[in-house]
């Protein structure tokens, strides 16, 4: 057989038309891998896991090992973290809309399978390189996430058992903020727990296996109360510091002048203000020495 060039061949079909042959269809439609269609399809409501009714979801307590900044990713655990997989997939819901949130942010930790959390003492602050066992995520435009984790075991709270449970934090443009919990069907310490005992967020496992081994999986849907929260001198709740910026000694601290947690406009526009009457050198760069009016001593 002649052996035609490469540079020929394709100069030759890039010079030729292509046609669709008559009668030709369209491309099959990709399977929604997520079953959204059946919802925007329906105007029922949607089923909520493990609920099982359609009502703002149960709130819980926080927590004493809440700490904010955690690192986005799919993954919980650390690779070949000791204990038993899961995987846990979901939705985030409107009540008011009744339809799903995209970019809904979630907060989520929890113990370790010897109930040991990566903190033990509720003041300590933790380090990006000190995190384990907490992450964040984001909803896609479907409202869906999905993370792997392992099945965390109870521990011992005092003279208490609380039992297996994974923390959410949830938050969504327009919406108040959820603080609840994951429990898990069959936990003997779910009925002596004070928490667990009032809780409708339970959910069942399923055990999936596969060539390399098993794993267990759930879902877990969240239903949002339109609104937003009251201010904590108003609603009596405990603050919870924003995911979203975390004051921390040095210079950015320094920039939130009423020392609120958060950064208003007009602290941004002093800050640039500032921040450009420091570059000296006119550079467009922040040395060290043009930083030190900022640093903390």
Known sequence: MKRIPRRKFFGALAATPLTLAEGAGPTPATRDVHNYLEYIASDGIPAISPAGKWETSHRDILGPFYAPGAPFR????????????????????????????????????QADAEGRYDKTDAKDRLKISEFR??????TDETG???????????????????????????????????????????????????YARKSNLIVDTE???????????????LVLEAGADKPASQSGAAE????????????????????DGKLSAAEIKSAADSLKRLDRSGDGILTADELMPFRKP
Request: net charge positive.
């Open 74 to 109: 799919g993954k919980v655990t650390a690779p070949l973290e000791p204990g038993q997989t899961l995987l846990v997939r979901g939705r985030i819901w409107s009540f008011a809309t009744k339809k799903p949130i995209a970019n809904a942010l979630l907060d989520i930790w």
């Open 133 to 138: 066992n907490r992450i964040r995520l984001l």
């Open 240 to 259: 919870i510091p924003t995911p979203y910026y975390q004051p921390s000694s040095g210079a950015v601290s320094a920039l939130d002048t009423d020392a």
């Open 207 to 221: 055990t999936v296996k596969t060539a390399a081994g098993s794993y267990l999986r759930t879902t877990f849907d």
């Open 144 to 194: 869906y996430y999905e993370y792997e984790t392992i099945k965390p075991s109870h521990y011992a709270v005092g003279d208490q058992i609380r039992p297996s449970h994974i923390h959410y934090l949830v938050r969504a443009f327009g919406h108040k903020q959820l603080i609840t919990q994951l429990y898990f069907k069959g936990d003997p310490y779910n009925t002596k727990d004070a």
